[in-house]
């Protein structure tokens, strides 16, 4: 059996049993320190568990702070856009004595509290001091009461795109990318799909490409190649009409901006990791 033949029968069956439960995923959390990341600040208090559901809807999560030099980074990041003193929600949760685990389930080994912290009788959601004016700008932690309304920081791995302006189809494109790069272009949201659309501008692509978007032909649900979960979705056309057209793949347009079902043996440039 060649290798097509052996992912294609791979991706078939994948799409014809695998019900992907929302919200689960099966990954190996890579170490911190080794991807990239942006921070975003968001100045719109909201509880801790909002502000986990926007960060997870629009970035990755909360933001984790895996050690003094990560710490340093976003406090001059805060001063460098000239925001006002405030207590900031970050991903910390379930705090209790000296112990909590961070959202995202990164292991929870730096710690960075302030004088007395943590002192919650209860389990507790984690905040950061920022103090403009300070020459470190604090950035100690608190916990509080999770309940309680403040602004707060996500972070989004910095994902680089790469678009291949050649024409395939869709399972020879998902080879090339596998072997090439990190796999097939997943659009998380919406801030990832305004990225990628801008990059294709800059490099002059104007016609649809493959995105790793795959349907299952038995049970009619889309799933991304890599394990993400679908929580975003835009479509140009009814999706739920993909079987009887058999446009089980899924290519972006940057004419429309918007998402296109095509045959998945049609050629077509594609965007990689």
């Given at each position: 059996?060649?290798?097509?033949?052996?992912?294609?029968?791979?991706?078939?069956?994948?799409?014809?049993?695998?019900?992907?439960?929302?919200?689960?995923?099966?990954?190996?959390?890579?170490?911190?320190?080794?991807?990239?990341?942006?921070?975003?600040?968001?100045?719109?208090?909201?509880?801790?568990?909002?502000?986990?559901?926007?960060?997870?809807?629009?970035?990755?999560?909360?933001?984790?702070?895996?050690d003094k030099?990560?710490?340093?980074?976003?406090?001059?990041?805060?001063?460098?856009?000239?925001?006002?003193?405030?207590?900031?929600?970050?991903?910390?949760?379930?705090?209790?004595?000296?112990?909590?685990?961070?959202s995202n389930?990164?292991?929870?080994?730096?710690?960075?509290?302030?004088?007395?912290?943590?002192?919650?009788?209860?389990?507790?959601?984690?905040?950061?001091?920022?103090?403009?004016?300070?020459?470190?700008?604090?950035?100690?932690?608190?916990?509080?009461g999770c309940?309680?309304?403040?602004?707060?920081?996500?972070?989004?791995?910095?994902?680089?795109?790469?678009?291949?302006?050649?024409?395939?189809?869709?399972?020879?494109?998902?080879?090339?990318?596998?072997?090439?790069?990190?796999?097939?272009?997943?659009?998380?949201?919406?801030?990832?799909?305004?990225?990628?659309?801008?990059?294709?501008?800059?490099?002059?692509?104007?016609?649809?490409?493959?995105?790793?978007?795959?349907?299952?032909?038995?049970?009619?649900?889309?799933?991304?190649?890599?394990?993400?979960?679908?929580?975003?979705?835009?479509?140009?056309?009814?999706?739920?009409?993909?079987?009887?057209?058999?446009?089980?793949?899924?290519?972006?347009?940057?004419?429309?901006?918007?998402?296109?079902?095509?045959?998945?043996?049609?050629?077509?440039?594609?965007?990689?990791?």
């Amino acid at each position: 059996m060649n290798s097509q033949s052996g992912l294609s029968g791979w991706i078939n069956t994948m799409g014809s049993i695998l019900i992907i439960p929302a919200g689960f995923r099966l990954f190996v959390m890579v170490v911190h320190g080794s991807q990239e990341f942006n921070y975003y600040y968001v100045n719109e208090t909201m509880n801790w568990t909002n502000a986990q559901a926007y960060c997870r809807s629009n970035f990755a999560d909360l933001v984790t702070i895996a050690d003094k030099e990560e710490l340093k980074e976003i406090l001059n990041n805060l001063t460098r856009e000239n925001y006002s003193d405030a207590e900031i929600w970050i991903g910390l949760k379930d705090i209790h004595k000296t112990n909590g685990t961070w959202s995202n389930d990164e292991t929870f080994t730096y710690r960075n509290w302030n004088v007395g912290e943590p002192n919650n009788d209860n389990v507790s959601c984690g905040t950061m001091y920022y103090h403009r004016n300070e020459t470190n700008h604090n950035g100690t932690w608190n916990d509080c009461g999770c309940q309680n309304s403040q602004p707060f920081i996500c972070y989004a791995v910095k994902g680089k795109f790469h678009a291949l302006n050649k024409s395939m189809s869709w399972l020879s494109a998902l080879e090339y990318c596998n072997s090439n790069y990190n796999g097939m272009a997943t659009i998380r949201n919406e801030t990832e799909e305004q990225n990628l659309l801008k990059y294709l501008n800059e490099i002059n692509i104007w016609e649809k490409v493959w995105i790793g978007m795959r349907r299952s032909r038995v049970f009619g649900f889309w799933f991304w190649m890599n394990g993400d979960t679908v929580t975003y979705q835009n479509w140009a056309n009814n999706s739920s009409e993909a079987n009887q057209d058999n446009q089980n793949c899924a290519t972006l347009d940057p004419n429309q901006t918007k998402w296109v079902m095509q045959g998945c043996a049609g050629p077509a440039p594609f965007v990689c990791y």
